[in-house]
């Protein structure tokens, strides 16, 4: 079984941040990669950003130069860090892991950007 946990989703003001963070926990095997996707309303889920094990970014082009992806392997931990945050950038975003065995997601955290 594995777990994560998502947290630091808000409400915020255009231009504000916010730290997004997911905790993995339980059998965890073989972290390939860890990522965010995100789904607003009416739309698909997609990539926000994602880190593989060796420390490879890859983002949206809709973030790029205001996310920042980052792993706290001691801690099984991923983070985003999001600035200058727009009302389109307004969705739940999903942890993702990548593991050995298979993908597993978060639950879902909501983050509401207001004009």
């Known amino acids: 079984q594995v777990q994560l946990v998502e947290s630091g989703g808000g409400l915020v003001q255009a231009g504000g941040s916010l730290r997004l963070s997911c905790a993995v926990s339980?059998?965890?095997?073989?972290?390939?990669?860890m990522g965010w996707y995100r789904q607003a309303p009416g739309k698909q889920r997609e990539l926000v950003a994602a880190i593989t094990s060796g420390g490879i970014t890859n983002y949206a082009d809709s973030v790029k130069g205001r996310c920042t992806i980052s792993t706290n392997h001691a801690k099984n931990t991923v983070y985003l860090q999001m600035n200058s945050l727009k009302p389109e950038d307004t969705a739940v975003y999903y942890c993702?892991?990548?593991?050995?065995?298979?993908?597993?997601w978060g639950q879902g955290t909501q983050v509401t950007v207001s004009s």
């Open positions: 339980g059998n965890i095997f073989s972290i390939n990669a």
């Open positions: 993702n892991v990548q593991m050995s065995l298979g993908p597993y």
